[in-house]
């Protein structure tokens, strides 16, 4: 189960980048310039299939995707290149792949309001979280709440003993009841499925604090979109996809702030390259459908305006070649901007390859140790 929820996150990601190279290909066909490739996974090529001009190819390197544009390098003088195109034509092409993670971020928060999604807060009070519950995550194998039939996803509603009932507020309140009835029947009434069902255990006199009492693993969580009518849903998804966006416009710049304050990452900004992101899409998953599909459109918001950044080897970098040209009225030497271009590239991977061996990887082996 693990591995497939690793599968999903990961192919979720690079539906993603699918999307965005796609972006590029639909206005580039729209203007009449030769798309040559567009290819999902990176080369060497396993295969590939020719329909017009383009070859759709699958890769064997599965970490995104790519579109080859005729004349994108410069220097063909073709009326199918894109070297040939008015400047603001090729301006929206290089653009079309940033807004094709908006447009795939509106729909996905769109579907959210559909389904509606909760998050989880932990014990923390947060103002505009007025509403929580506590859900079950995880339950061990051959605990105490195994064996009453508890399972993942159960709403805690009441915790009963002979002398109390308890409705917990907080994850706190669970685990305090359940420390004070070591050795002693109690009853458990949870939510399953909108139904309330009353379970009888007793949990672990001897349990390590690795176990618990009762052998479950709990999450607070709140409501961070609430349903919505169909009719209303895209609406909503196009105003909270801009309200995403402008929280992560200002979360980037509280990160270059504090970092060029010398102050560090800011509290809560985490480092994370492709295998932590996918990471975090699968323990999003654990949450319910409503969550993960909250947390792939705000990740495409945030990958949206990374690409803008005015940095060769990303659409910003693109764009920027572009603006230069037509302020100098010339096109910025070939052999400039690819020297440039690869020079940025690798330093990005080097980038990628420093955060997946600092932070990726300890978070991989802490995922695998949890048994999600």
Not at 95 to 103: E, H, K, Q, R, T
Not at 155 to 160: D, F, G, S, T
Not at 315 to 333: A, T
Not at 342 to 365: A, G, H
Request: hydrophobic letters at 50%; one cysteine or more; glycine letters at 10%.
């Amino acid at each position: 189960m693990m591995i497939l929820t690793l599968i999903i996150a990961f192919a979720s990601l690079i539906v993603l980048m699918i999307i965005h190279e796609f972006g590029h290909f639909i206005i580039a066909k729209k203007f009449g310039v030769k798309v040559e490739e567009f290819g999902i996974g990176y080369p060497p090529r396993l295969f590939g299939k020719k329909f017009g001009d383009t070859l759709y190819s699958v890769n064997l390197i599965p970490l995104g995707a790519f579109v080859k544009i005729y004349g994108e390098e410069g220097g063909v003088d073709d009326y199918r290149s894109f070297s040939n195109l008015a400047i603001w034509k090729r301006i929206l092409i290089v653009l079309g792949g940033v807004l094709a993670f908006w447009i795939a971020s509106i729909i996905i928060f769109s579907a959210v309001f559909l389904i509606g999604a909760d998050v989880p807060i932990g014990d923390q009070d947060i103002p505009g979280f007025s509403s929580t519950k506590i859900e079950i995550t995880h339950v061990q194998q051959d605990s105490p709440a195994e064996i009453a039939g508890l399972k993942k996803g159960d709403r805690i509603i009441e915790l009963r003993n002979l002398d109390s009932i308890v409705k917990p507020a907080k994850i706190a309140d669970f685990q305090k009841f359940t420390q004070d009835n070591k050795g002693k029947p109690v009853i458990l009434v949870v939510n399953r499925d909108g139904k309330d069902i009353a379970l009888g255990a007793i949990p672990r006199a001897d349990a390590t604090q690795d176990q618990g009492a009762l052998g479950v693993s709990l999450e607070r969580m709140a409501t961070i979109i609430e349903k919505a009518a169909w009719y209303e849903a895209p609406v909503k998804g196009v105003i909270f996809c801009w309200d995403v966006t402008i929280k992560a416009i200002q979360g980037i710049f509280d990160v270059f702030a504090n970092l060029f304050s010398g102050k560090g990452v800011p509290q809560g900004a985490e480092l994370a390259g492709p295998i932590g992101i996918t990471i975090f899409l699968a323990r999003a998953a654990d949450y319910g459908l409503g969550f993960f599909l909250y947390f792939i459109g705000s990740i495409s918001v945030f990958i949206a305006l990374f690409n803008i950044f005015p940095i060769p080897a990303l659409d910003g970098g693109k764009l920027l070649f572009l603006i230069i040209e037509k302020i100098i009225r010339r096109p910025v030497s070939v052999k400039l901007e690819q020297g440039l271009t690869v020079f940025f590239f690798v330093v990005l991977i080097l980038m990628s390859i420093f955060v997946t061996i600092k932070f990726d990887i300890p978070r991989l082996t802490e995922f695998w140790k949890a048994g999600f």
